[in-house]
């Protein structure tokens, strides 16, 4: 099984676990005391290695923002979007879809067609800065994307695409295209102050797809 499925177990089990509860009235059905649940719940989820280690990492970060925010650390909130988004990319049971090369275009496109800068045609093999005068810019490594897609234009490796602007317009788009890129940086990259983002072929990540800004399916 790969991350996609690991983490739609996660959360998953998570609601049944609160449903359990409450059943049992071992919780109130309320939203503070759901949310407390959950902190205990991945605290105890972490701790006894409940799930593939592949979430470990997630697990950990929502341990750590449960102990500082309390219940105002919005898990539940967190948790739903994943269900919801999850299910909706990748359904229990269907076959996972190639990324094509043409994806790759159609993001290309959003950027030029909203007059962003994109740089397409530099070899990006060291720590380089794209000039783009305040605009917003989109980059991806010639080099990378051939190496990245093969002869029938199929994404076989994971490849990386740098951005400097909204990353809730860049994500729009990339959903838009069929594209689940998940965050490497959000500012020190090897491009200078452009974010790292990575696209996996058939969208079967190893962590967590970045999340659209409301819970739209694809």
């Not at 093999?125 to 190496?147: F, M, N, Y």
Request: glycine fraction near 4%; charge should be positive; proline fraction near 4%.
């Amino acid at each position: 099984m790969s991350y996609v499925t690991h983490i739609q177990t996660v959360v998953n089990t998570a609601f049944a676990d609160i449903e359990a509860a409450i059943t049992a009235r071992k919780l109130v059905d309320a939203p503070a005391a759901r949310e407390a649940f959950l902190g205990r719940w991945v605290a105890q989820a972490a701790k006894k290695q409940r799930f593939h280690h592949s979430v470990k990492a997630d697990l950990q970060l929502w341990v750590q923002r449960a102990r500082s925010a309390g219940t105002k650390a919005a898990l539940e909130a967190e948790f739903r979007q994943i269900q919801s988004v999850y299910q909706a990319w990748f359904p229990v049971n269907a076959p996972a879809n190639n990324v094509m090369h043409t994806q790759l275009c159609q993001l290309i496109d959003a950027a030029k067609s909203a007059q962003w800068m994109v740089h397409t045609d530099a070899t990006i093999d060291r720590k380089v800065r794209v000039i783009s005068e305040g605009q917003h810019s989109l980059t991806v490594c010639p080099d990378a994307t051939q190496a990245a897609f093969d002869s029938e234009g199929v994404l076989v490796k994971p490849l990386s695409v740098y951005v400097r602007g909204p990353e809730n317009t860049f994500i729009d788009w990339a959903h838009q295209a069929g594209l689940a890129p998940t965050k490497v940086t959000a500012y020190k990259s090897i491009v200078k102050y452009h974010a790292e983002y990575l696209i996996w072929p058939q969208n079967q990540a190893d962590g967590l797809m970045v999340m659209p800004a409301q819970t739209t399916q694809k």
